[in-house]
């Protein structure tokens, strides 16, 4: 066979590498989505409001009353590599926010059209800047941050040609949503479509944002889990095998605070339910694992939905135990069963 020629080694343009990263970082409309909540998050919103077109391809405007972006820091936001999230390595092993690799807007910009306003307290006004001129100029809004991403994939069709229709695309971001909405009752969580409103959830307790998310059927039969084991501890509740489902659309895992999917806790849990569940029937669950920063890696995988723990039997046994304790009867209903 014929060789190529060998072609020099270049380093590659800031654009492309951007787009690169854009590949692992921006799937659909609703990676975007999690990306700007996660940011909202991080910069300790209490009232989060998302707002999309034609199920977040045509655009999604994600709205929040954090502590906003000083005006000759919005061009940095931009830049890939660049955050206020950690500063050295040691702080990259103890992070608690959602987010630190200052990757994301840089990389929907890269795929999209994107601009942020926004306004920091005690600044005269909020200062809006376009990504692609770069532009910066004034805005009005209050304290908190909106960015506002437009046409997404509209400069490579092949992406855009793996887009779902408009329903299917927005069901997706509102289960990004549900995910954050899961972990934080203390924020509140609007989204519009096509300027409707069609998911609200009020600030409240972990109980009520349960019942609203998951439904009043999901409460009604699943148990409370509460369980402690050495640094590890699980809270939230397991479903009973009434609540079981043919298809895992409803098990919500949230290592330190973070929502995860991962194959081990997924096998702890389901381990739990060996004996009560048959054939291929799925447990409902929203559990939160709360486990030392320096116990679990987040840094494994661009999107973090994946991390690594550093003792992985410790944390199956643990998510094990926990469903197995939530789901077993109560001992003060057992010993009052018993006669005196
Ligand atoms: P990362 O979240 O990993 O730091 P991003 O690209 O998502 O990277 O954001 C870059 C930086 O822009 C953040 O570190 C933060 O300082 C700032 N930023 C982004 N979104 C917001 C927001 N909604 N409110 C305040 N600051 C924000
Ligand atoms: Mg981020």
Redesign the pocket.
């Known amino acids: 066979p014929e060789r190529a020629p060998r072609r020099p080694i270049r380093e590659l343009p800031d654009e492309l590498i951007s787009q690169i990263a854009a590949g692992e970082v921006v799937e659909r409309p609703a990676s975007v989505v999690r990306?700007l909540v996660?940011?909202a998050l991080d910069a300790g919103a209490t009232e989060v409001v998302v707002k999309l077109m034609a199920g977040g391809v045509r655009s999604i405007l994600v709205e929040d009353d954090g502590v906003g972006i000083p005006a000759d820091e919005l061009p940095l936001a931009l830049r890939r590599h660049a955050t206020s999230k950690i500063a050295s390595l040691g702080e990259l092993e103890s992070v608690a926010t959602m987010?630190f690799r200052g990757e994301?807007l840089a990389a929907i910009s890269s795929v999209a059209e994107l601009s942020i306003a926004s306004r920091t307290e005690g600044a005269p006004h909020a200062q809006r800047i376009d990504a692609r001129s770069g532009e910066l100029v004034p805005a009005a809004r209050g304290r908190g941050t909106s960015v506002e991403v437009r046409e997404l994939f509209f400069s490579t069709p092949a992406r855009r040609k793996f887009l779902k229709t408009d329903a299917t695309e927005l069901a997706h971001c509102l289960e990004a949503v549900r995910r954050h909405a899961l972990a934080r009752p203390d924020v509140g969580f609007a989204v519009w479509h096509e300027g409707k409103l069609v998911e609200q959830w009020r600030r409240s307790s972990l109980d009520q944002r349960v019942r609203e998310v998951l439904g009043e059927d999901f409460v009604a039969e699943s148990r409370e889990v509460q369980f402690e084991i050495g640094p590890l501890r699980v809270v939230g509740r397991a479903g009973t095998p009434a609540a079981a489902r043919s298809r895992a659309d409803q098990q919500y895992v949230y290592v330190n605070g973070r929502y995860v999917r991962d194959k081990l806790i997924a096998h702890g849990v389901r381990s739990a339910y060996e004996d009560v569940l048959h054939g291929g029937r799925q447990p409902a669950y929203v559990l939160f694992l709360e486990i030392a920063p320096d116990r679990v890696d987040v840094n494994v995988h661009p999107t973090k939905i994946e991390v690594r723990f550093r003792d992985s039997r410790e944390v199956h046994q643990a998510m094990r135990r926990a469903v197995e304790a939530g789901l077993a009867p109560p001992q003060a209903v057992v010993a009052a069963a018993v006669p005196v």
Request: hydrophobic share 20%; glycine share 20%.
């Open positions: 990306e996660d940011n987010g994301a």
